[in-house]
Nanobody
Framework: QVQLVESGGGLVEPGGSLRLTCVAS????????MKWFRQAPGQGREFIAGITSGLTPTYSDSMLERFTISRVNAKNAVYLHIDGLRPEDTAVYYC???????????????WGQGTQVTVSS
């Protein structure tokens, strides 16, 4: 129906930067809010940032300094730029999107499979 595919993760040294990408595809009428979450082993899924179709961003207070969310509606894509990566940033980063699908015209929530970010020397 709808697929969200994240990319851009990998092994990065502390202090480095990374840009994650998420692209939505499938039976899409329109994509509403898009968000980024992360989850470290043994921990809950943590909200990072979200952005509306009108390009209004929202951040978790703890993410304001180093995380930047952006979006290109024409590509159904959302991006997360991370600066000053730390070992504690190591987690699986997930994309989330609220999508109006062609199935019934209602708004539904979808998750990507996640992309692994590992910060280590």
């Amino acid at each position: 129906q709808v697929q969200l595919v994240e990319s851009g993760g990998g092994l990065v040294e502390p202090g480095g930067s990374l840009r994650l990408t998420c692209v939505a595809s499938g039976s899409i009428v329109s994509v509403e809010d898009m968000k980024w979450f992360r989850q470290a082993p043994g921990q809950g899924r943590e909200f990072i940032a979200g952005i509306t179709s009108g390009l209004t961003p929202t951040y978790s207070d703890s993410m304001l300094e180093r995380f930047t969310i952006s979006r290109v509606n024409a590509k159904n894509a959302v991006y997360l730029h991370i600066d000053g990566l730390r070992p504690e940033d190591t987690a699986v980063y997930y994309c989330n999107a609220k999508v109006i699908t062609t199935l019934d015209g209602t708004s539904r929530m979808f998750w990507g499979q996640g992309t692994q970010v590992t910060v280590s020397s």
